[in-house]
């Protein structure tokens, strides 16, 4: 099975480009068994947001 | 707390351009975000007069600093792409990436085990909802920290991929890096920043 070092990689490269179908395929069975990477996903996802958070400023840094 | 009350207050159209207190940390917030881009001052400087001025233009538009702030970096935003697309940057990639690779392998061998498994206490944790982290001003202040702590060359990459939302293939014809070492580096900024933002966010808030 693919090492969590590769599917971390793997799960970050998603982020930047489609994924091959034989990739996709070995991350799917890998995070499926691994709860640890199936959470750094979502954190990738959840970087992306908090970064078009940052760039948009919002109200947050009126809040004090 | 009274400063606070009275800064999120609505203004009449053009009185924001006469808070000089907001008006100059905006002005930083911009230069500092320029700087991260073009890595160069005058250019930097140049770009954020421009935003500026656009905004001075529109003034009627404004009534709050929200509005103000979303709509100045959005042509900030749009001007250091421009600058980015027109200007093939040479940096010395290989110097800059030296010392951080050394550091990245270190980082590895921490959060992973020989065979490639996570290390039981690195193990990442679910954070959050962001809804509710994320209007936290101590949060930006803790994001900008973790940014602030990645190596120049990564943060510039993530910056370019994730703020200004360049695609992979733009980025590497501006940066002059192939596509394998933009995705490594982007995985070891993306790595740092995630480590960082857990270990000093996500999991405190949850100790507390």
């Known amino acids: ?64 | 707390m009274t400063q606070a009350l009275s800064r999120s207050t609505e203004h009449l159209p053009g009185q924001l351009f006469h808070d000089t207190v907001f008006m100059e940390d905006l002005r930083r917030q911009m230069l500092k975000f320029a700087m991260l881009q073009v890595r160069n001052e005058v250019i930097a400087e140049d770009a954020v007069q421009d935003a500026m001025l656009s905004a001075y233009q529109n003034i009627e538009r404004f009534n709050r600093q929200a509005a103000l702030k979303t709509w100045v970096f959005a042509i900030l935003k749009n001007k250091l792409i421009d600058i980015l697309r027109k200007e093939k940057r040479y940096t010395s990639a290989s110097i800059l990436e030296e010392g951080a690779s050394r550091n990245d392998e270190a980082l590895l061998d921490e959060l992973f085990t020989e065979k490639g498994h996570w290390q039981k206490e690195q193990r990442p944790q679910k954070w959050d909802e962001p809804d509710h982290d994320l209007e936290s001003h101590h949060f930006w202040r803790i994001f900008d920290t973790c940014l602030d702590a990645l190596p120049a060359k990564y943060s510039r990459l993530f910056m370019m991929r994730e703020f200004l939302e360049l695609d992979s293939n733009e980025i590497c014809d501006n940066e002059e890096v192939s596509v394998s070492n933009l995705n490594t580096t982007l995985f070891r900024a993306r790595l740092r920043l995630r480590e960082c933002l857990e270990d000093n966010w996500f999991e405190r808030e949850k100790a507390t």
Do not use: W
């Not at chain 1, 091959?20 to 709860?35: F, Q, V, Y």
């Not at chain 1, 750094?40 to 947001?49: P, T």
């Open chain 1, 1 to 64: 099975m693919m090492k969590c070092t590769e599917a971390t990689q793997l799960l970050s490269e998603k982020m930047d480009r489609p994924l091959s179908n034989k990739e996709k395929l070995n991350l799917g069975i890998h995070t499926a068994m691994c709860p640890a990477c199936r959470q750094f996903g979502k954190h990738m996802l959840s970087l992306r947001e908090i970064s078009q958070q940052y760039v948009k400023q919002n109200d947050a840094s009126e809040k004090g």
